[in-house]
């Protein structure tokens, strides 16, 4: 019988469910009411959000971004990933793992594919970068980004933007890659979809189409120089006819 009292005593203390409840409600109420006082925000505090924090190191970078040139001042801590989506706009580029995994925040950095969220914007400082919405001319897309949706690569789309740009760079270095070779390239880009077969296949389609456009570019300057030499062929005989041999 004593034990039982001194349990009863010792729950005495303890939160009741009523009080639980009525905290709990509470809570709520703040939660619902606190959006309500954002628009009640000084321009001063305002203010205070959006500038840099004292003491933390910053840098004015200068830098050319899908052919345009930028200048800017970024905080030293601030990856390029965060500086081409947050104040650049330029949302094609995705955050994925945040840590160098996915693949999904790929750009071409001076033409070479890098993880995005890996590399600060201020080691971008006088180079080049390319994003995904730096492929297209206007309406008229990239052949990779035509191969891509003629062989059914994007799925749920969010790793696309990451997969073009890793086949963009790996084209730019290896114009004629073999399976293996674009598997191997593209290796570093997870697709959560699993759609890497047509992925890879979308590669190659780019690859031949490249390889096709530039043997009709071969072919016309063969017929052109034929044309050419034909026409200067011609000039000699002509020049004898009327005497005029040197």
């Avoid at 409600?25 to 959006?35: D, E, M, S």
Wanted: one cysteine or more.
């Amino acid at each position: 019988m004593g034990f039982r009292k001194d349990i009863m005593s010792k729950r005495k203390g303890d939160i009741s469910r009523r009080k639980f409840l009525e905290g709990t409600g509470a809570v709520l109420a703040v939660t619902t009411v606190a959006p309500s006082l954002k628009p009640h925000l000084s321009a001063a505090g305002a203010a205070e959000v959006e500038t840099t924090p004292a003491g933390v190191p910053t840098t004015s970078i200068r830098l050319v971004v899908n052919g345009a040139e930028h200048s800017a001042v970024v905080e030293d801590r601030w990856t390029l990933v965060e500086f081409l989506r947050d104040h650049l706009r330029l949302t094609g580029t995705k955050i994925g793992c945040d840590r160098g995994e996915c693949g999904a925040c790929t750009v071409l950095l001076d033409g070479k594919p890098v993880y995005s969220c890996s590399n600060l914007a201020v080691w971008a400082d006088g180079r080049t970068v390319q994003t995904v919405e730096g492929l297209a001319h206007g309406d008229q897309l990239d052949p990779l980004q035509q191969a891509f949706i003629d062989h059914d690569g994007p799925q749920c789309g969010f790793c696309t933007s990451g997969q073009l740009m890793c086949a963009k760079g790996l084209l730019a270095h290896n114009p004629h890659p073999t399976l293996e070779e674009v598997k191997a390239g593209m290796t570093g880009n997870i697709c959560r979809c699993s759609n890497y077969n047509h992925y890879t296949e979308a590669v190659l389609a780019a690859s031949s189409q490249q390889t096709a456009a530039a043997d009709r570019g071969a072919g016309r300057n063969v017929a052109a120089n034929a044309q050419g030499s034909g026409s200067r062929r011609v000039t000699p005989v002509s020049t004898r006819s009327t005497g005029g041999a040197r």
